[in-house]
């Protein structure tokens, strides 16, 4: 991905109202409209005076930014972590006729190795999704030894990219859950396992794999 200063908040994949049930249209038109696009606005404003950070991509920028001097430090760890992990998680969902498995595919192999089945990794995840306090996400990561793994950042923070890529995650902040599941962040969690862009995640293993 070679996008750069400045950056844009391209339209959702889908419908606001394509994950219904599991997802309410409020819920994600606000998810996307306002929290994206804040992140989006917030992450351009302090790259407007910066022409040395404006060629680099969102990766780029979660890379470099603790060599910056405070404040851009920290906006640029908020807001390019918020753009990067919106983007990463809305690609990550798809209405729920679309949300199946390729079992032949060698993800699939991958997942078994580490948790057994697929429902196993995503009881693993929900737990992690779980136990962050206060806003954050849960993350299945790709190892560069092939290997997957479970993480969780704090709020608009990033795994590692450098370490670690991400395949799926899952954002807990309770602006994603709020109008609809209230403070209930575990029946979310189940009801947004039905739409998860499993054909994403496989591609976006094909790639750390160099498959693709
Ligand atoms: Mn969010």
């Known amino acids: 991905m070679s996008e750069h200063y400045p950056f844009s908040n391209p339209p959702l994949?889908?419908?606001?109202?394509?994950?219904?049930?599991?997802?309410?249209?409020?819920?994600?038109?606000?998810?996307h409209d306002r929290h994206?696009?804040?992140?989006?606005?917030?992450?351009?404003?302090p790259l407007a005076d910066q022409p040395r950070l404006q060629t680099l991509t969102l990766e780029e920028l979660l890379a470099i930014y603790p060599a910056l001097p405070e404040p851009l430090a920290t906006q640029i760890r908020n807001n390019a972590g918020g753009v990067y992990n919106h983007?990463?998680?809305?690609?990550?969902?798809?209405?729920?006729a679309?949300?199946?498995?390729?079992?032949?595919?060698?993800l699939y192999g991958a997942i078994g190795r580490t948790f057994g089945n697929t429902g196993d990794m995503?009881?693993?995840?929900?737990e992690a999704a779980m136990s962050v306090f206060g806003s954050g996400y849960a993350w299945l990561v790709l190892l560069p030894d092939g290997s997957l793994a479970i993480t969780t950042t704090a709020n608009q923070d990033t795994p590692p990219l450098g370490q670690m890529l991400p395949l799926l995650n899952a954002d807990v902040w309770e602006h994603a859950y709020y109008l609809?599941?209230?403070?209930?962040?575990?029946?979310?969690?189940?009801?947004?396992?039905?739409?998860i862009n499993w054909p994403e995640v496989e591609a976006r293993y094909d790639a750390g794999m160099g498959l693709s």
């Open 122 to 126: 995503l009881q693993s995840l929900g």
């Open 180 to 195: 609809k599941h209230y403070n209930n962040r575990y029946a979310y969690l189940g009801d947004a396992m039905h739409v």
């Open 36 to 45: 994206l696009r804040a992140y989006t606005d917030n992450l351009n404003a």
């Open 98 to 106: 679309n949300a199946v498995e390729n079992h032949s595919h060698p």
């Open 87 to 96: 983007r990463l998680f809305f690609n990550g969902l798809t209405p729920a």
């Open 13 to 31: 994949p889908y419908a606001y109202d394509a994950l219904e049930p599991y997802i309410d249209a409020r819920t994600m038109m606000l998810h």
